[in-house]
């Protein structure tokens, strides 16, 4: 059974850092592209971040020069530092990936919130 778990969200003031998590289960992550979503509240879900197998990465133009990501195949892992963040940032922020034969997988999703 495949599953996906995401950690590390909070409440942060605004030019604050957090690091999420998205650690997989009975899938190989490292043979897959990864996305992180987000969702906020009456918005649809966008992809914030993608990374692929060999690891080339792309960014929605609102986070460029500020999130990273990256993935960590031993730990079969995958993370988003987010840096200097706004409050346009808030949102329920989400992983996402999609095996070769097209199943969809989803994390619970964890929640980031920015305000002073």
């Known amino acids: 059974q495949v599953q996906l778990v995401e950690s590390g969200g909070g409440l942060v003031q605004p030019g604050g850092s957090l690091r999420l998590s998205c650690a997989a289960s009975?899938?190989?992550?490292?043979?897959?592209?990864v996305g992180w979503y987000r969702q906020a509240p009456g918005k649809q879900r966008e992809l914030v971040a993608s990374?692929?197998?060999?690891?080339?990465?792309n960014y929605v133009d609102s986070v460029k020069g500020r999130f990273t990501i990256s993935r960590d195949n031993a730990k079969n892992t995958v993370y988003l530092q987010m840096n200097s963040l706004k409050p346009e940032d808030t949102a329920i922020y989400y992983c996402?990936?999609?095996?070769?034969?097209?199943?969809?997988?989803w994390g619970q999703g964890t929640q980031v919130t920015v305000s002073s």
């Open positions: 996402n990936t999609k095996n070769r034969w097209g199943d969809n997988y």
């Open positions: 009975g899938i190989r992550f490292s043979i897959y592209a």
């Open positions: 990374i692929t197998s060999g690891g080339v990465v």
